[in-house]
């Protein structure tokens, strides 16, 4: 029953009505694309849902102040459909409670499930532990005529099961008796705002629409109370017209209270306690959602031992404000999107031996890239983000990049197994103090490791990669590329393009066939190269290629300084050979003997011989 008061507590702004039905009543296949119609359709509906969670809070803000009645749990018609407050207690509201306090609306179906068809709304200090000995399957209505919600906001949510019964929670559509697997008119979602939210050995199913707040399963943070909208209760017949409901003076909305301890704080000026939400996960499986698990303004989060699967989007969104959280071995698994996605504003975010298989997107997701670039609307910091790793995990068959570093600042990418994709490990856009080692890369159709566009101190060192068309590349970017092993590329080992300056490339072993082992003929800027093992790579490169790429204009100049030197030795010998010629056995000084005389002297002849005659002139 709708009480009196709690209904003159409720703003005058009308909600929009829930889970509209599509124009010619019959609801989509599931396999019609999403039209602008149906987005206008489902922005609208989220909308709905943030203004009835506006009016819930403006109600729930005033109500235990208005006598010990309203500190008992009560009920709110807010137009699209009824809420159930669950006020604060000591002990947990429980399956038994919920049987008491709505009676029709939380129903025993024959199959021992339970049918829930009203909204539930945990406040700040309430429990609610959705549990049962034998396994508990909440079914949440969800058809084109609306959907319903558990929210907790500030309070403490626990869906919980154990190994041989684990507690089940999906949307249902009461026409169909199935599962609603059609997002275009709403459907049923669990949300956690502020406050602790458990679930272990829990299985969620098919839930959530549109955005992140609403995408299924949803833990995130709040925003401060906004008490100036609160609106207090109407005045009674026949009361001042200058005095509200309880005989306090009031005008235009203004009311006035008596001196002493404030009832409502100024929030301008304190934090509230509700402005993060606390979150453990283990041993569960959400499935079909729009975004298996989506997380945002959350510090101390854990998830381990957890499989999701199937979602619409991505599969595990850390959004903004995500701070010291810890995801281990759990399985993000074909998934629209990104397996997981660790998004600009976290920080201290652990990913550890987990899988991201099977993804539309990336497998891995890490960007810390600033929310402002400069002063912004609203005035949001332009330091880059960080301190985030994935470490000892496996991303296999995704349909982008196995692990992408999109900015962000000292990010560590440790001991993965990177099976396909079109790249394996990727950093890019400014980001700086990146560490890629140990990592095992296979099966690549373009880039194994992928450095560029302005990525600073980045660490290559101790990969192997195997497969890719190329290697290691890096462009227009700084890193050091130490220690790795390429073997089975087929275009280039490493390749550097670009401004590389100060960058290095040292104690590789590059292994494959293709134009080249180290490719550094496109780059520029003062780049080491040194100590690289190439004896085992095949050049595949042409003789003219193999000129240009050493025939560089120092190369060059020493090339033709050597040949002048070679040709003026060979001339030399030759002129020195033709003038040294000489015939073995001569006398040395035989070029020094004298000329024969031109004249021969004829010596004397004896007394008693003829003389000679005498010659005339």
């Known amino acids: 029953m709708v009480l009196p008061l709690v209904a003159a507590l409720l703003l005058a702004v009308p909600a929009a009505t829930a889970g509209a039905a599509p124009a010619d009543g019959a609801k989509p296949t599931d396999d019609q694309q999403i039209t602008p119609a149906d987005a206008d359709n489902e922005a609208a509906l989220v909308a709905a849902e943030d203004h009835r969670l506006d009016q819930v809070r403006a109600v729930v803000a005033v109500a235990a102040l208005k006598g010990n009645r309203w500190t008992r749990p009560y009920r709110l018609d807010t137009g699209s459909g009824y809420t159930l407050v669950l006020t604060q207690r000591s002990a947990p509201y429980g399956v038994s409670d919920l049987i008491d306090l709505a009676p029709q609306t939380f129903v025993r ?28 399957d909440l079914l949440l209505a969800s058809d084109n005529k609306g959907f319903v919600s558990i929210i907790s906001f500030g309070g403490r949510l626990t869906l919980a099961g154990t190994p041989q019964a684990p507690m089940r929670i999906s949307s249902w559509d009461t026409r169909t008796d199935k599962p609603d697997t059609d997002v275009r008119d709403g459907r049923a979602y669990v949300r956690a705002v502020g406050g602790q939210f458990s679930m272990n050995y829990a299985r969620v199913d098919d839930l959530g629409f549109w955005s992140g707040r609403t995408g ?78 989506f997380v945002s303004g959350a510090t101390g989060v854990n998830i381990s031992r957890t499989q999701v699967r199937d979602s619409l989007e991505t599969g595990v969104v850390m959004h903004r404000g995500v701070v010291n959280a810890i995801v281990d071995r759990t399985v993000s698994q074909d998934n629209g999107g990104d397996g997981f996605v660790l998004s600009r504003a976290t920080e201290e975010v652990r990913v550890t031996g987990s899988k991201a298989l099977s993804n539309g997107g990336n497998g891995f997701t890490l960007s810390g890239r600033p929310l402002a670039s400069g002063p912004s609307a609203s005035g949001e910091p332009i330091s880059s983000y960080g301190s985030n790793s994935v470490s000892d995990s496996i991303a296999e068959g995704n349909g982008r990049y196995g692990i992408e570093i999109f900015g962000g600042t000292d990010v560590g990418v440790q001991n993965n197994q990177v099976d396909g994709g079109d790249m394996g490990i990727v950093a890019r856009k400014d980001a700086s103090k990146v560490s890629i080692t140990g990592n095992h890369l296979t099966g690549q159709k373009r880039q194994g490791i992928s450095v560029r566009d302005g990525v600073s101190a980045a660490t290559v060192t101790g990969n192997i990669v195997e497969g890719a068309d190329t290697g290691v590349y890096v462009r227009d970017s700084q890193a050091e590329v130490r220690g790795n092993t390429v073997q089975d590329v087929t275009n280039h080992g490493i390749s550097l393009v670009g401004d590389v300056a100060k960058s290095t490339v040292s104690y590789n072993v590059v292994a494959g066939v293709g134009p080249s082992a180290v490719d550094t003929s496109r780059a520029h800027g003062r780049l080491t190269v040194k100590e690289n093992q190439t004896f085992a790579w095949h050049d595949t490169s042409s003789f003219w290629i193999k000129f240009r790429h050493y025939a560089s204009p120092m190369t060059l100049l020493w090339l033709s300084l050597l040949l002048i030197i070679l040709i003026s030795a060979l001339l030399g010998a030759r002129r020195s050979s033709r003038r040294g010629h000489r015939v073995i056995g001569t006398h040395p000084y035989a070029d020094k003997a004298p000329l024969p005389s031109a004249v021969t002297e004829v010596s004397p002849v004896s007394a008693d011989r003829h003389p000679v005659p005498a010659m005339t002139e």
């Open 109 to 136: 179906r024959h199959d021992g499930s339970y049918l829930l068809t009203e909204n539930i709304y945990v406040d700040a200090g309430a429990k609610l532990n959705l549990s049962s000995p034998g396994g508990l």
């Open 216 to 293: 299924g399963l949803s833990l995130t943070g709040t925003d401060r109370p906004d008490t100036s909208n609160i609106e207090g209760p109407a005045p009674a017949a026949g009361a001042d017209p200058g005095a509200d409901g309880t005989g306090q003076p009031s005008s235009g909305g203004i009311v006035a209270e008596p001196a002493g301890p404030l009832t409502t704080p100024d929030s301008r000026f304190s934090v509230p306690t509700l402005s993060y939400v606390s979150a453990e996960i283990t041993d569960s499986v959400i499935s079909g959602n729009l975004y298996g698990l």
